[in-house]
């Protein structure tokens, strides 16, 4: 099996299809490598598609010490992936877990990043809602520790922001839900733990959207609640950054709906590629709502 290690000795497995540009796909929480499956067919027509699975998910590595997991070791996991490759830039592509990993990529890395896809992002970031997303984050881990791997999936898989899957694709939602029963119980309690429970608010964050300057895409379901408000915030300091909103969709957009999704991350990379990815126009940013003084 083909790995890429960390700095910090953890091997991450990957796989890759196609030739061209490089785009790394970065899986969220309730999925693993094999979730990018429609991106990795469709961009690997005309890309080198790449995807991985974080560290904590089989065949990666599982590390026993909650403190081996961190957002900015899943950001620097991402640059893992481009060294280990002899990739000097990528577009990067994130869903939820992978889309704040992504977003704290452009933050640390700029110049490895062609583009970021940011899609998903935003759960537990109002400020409002921080106490409560981490109280859920430790009673997800003690659930963990206490039962089958089995049974966390068959109640994590119905979220409020997953069931427009089921009502959509009950046979994608099925094997969805498979997938998440075979993860390592040791690798679901540490993310949780450590990537989810204790990554910083977005809103702690804006002076660095502010200094971002990658080509930027954020896309969220329209029913994804907890994404909403956060993705608004990412389009309005992120000069680079344009929103696109998925209707009727919830979390799991890439798998919920893969044409509607392959279709908006491919004419943005394309953009991208030509060199026609605009920066915003400082005069959109007026507090006037008409211009007029």
Avoid at 109 to 135: I, W
Avoid at 234 to 252: D, E, F, Q, W, Y
Avoid at 270 to 291: E, F, N
Wanted: hydrophobic share 35%; with cysteine.
């Amino acid at each position: 099996m083909p790995y890429a290690q960390t700095d910090d000795g953890i091997r991450l497995w990957y796989e890759e299809t196609g030739t061209g540009t490089p785009m790394i796909f970065v899986h969220e929480y309730a999925g693993d490598h094999r979730a990018w499956e429609p991106q990795m067919r469709f961009f690997g027509q005309r890309y080198r598609a790449i995807t991985y699975g974080a560290r904590g998910y089989p065949p990666s590595d599982v590390p026993d010490d909650v403190s081996k997991y961190s957002q900015y070791r899943a950001a620097d996991d991402i640059a893992s992936i481009l060294d280990g490759l002899k990739i000097e830039k990528a577009h990067i592509v994130g869903l939820s877990m992978g889309g704040f990993a992504t977003l704290h990529f452009g933050f640390r890395h700029p110049d490895r990043a062609l583009s970021l896809t940011v899609a998903g992002c935003g759960y537990g970031a109002e400020a409002g809602e921080r106490d409560k997303f981490r109280a859920e984050v430790r009673v997800i881990a003690k659930f963990i520790d206490d039962n089958p791997i089995e049974a966390f999936a068959e109640q994590y898989a119905y979220g409020p922001t997953r069931v427009q899957f089921e009502n959509k694709n009950p046979r994608g939602f099925a094997e969805f839900k498979q997938q998440l029963a075979e993860h390592s119980k040791i690798g679901a309690r540490n993310t949780q733990l450590g990537v989810q429970g204790e990554r910083p608010s977005l809103y702690e964050l804006v002076d660095d959207m502010k200094k971002l300057t990658v080509p930027t895409l954020v896309l969220t379901g329209d029913e994804d609640w907890p994404c909403l408000q956060p993705a608004l915030l990412m389009k309005r300091n992120i000069p680079s950054a344009a929103l696109s909103v998925m209707p009727n969709c919830g979390h799991t957009i890439n798998i919920e709906d893969p044409d509607q999704f392959n279709r908006l991350v491919a004419d943005f990379v394309a953009q991208v590629d030509a060199g026609r990815w605009p920066a915003r126009d400082p005069r959109a940013m007026s507090s006037s709502i008409t211009g007029m003084k």
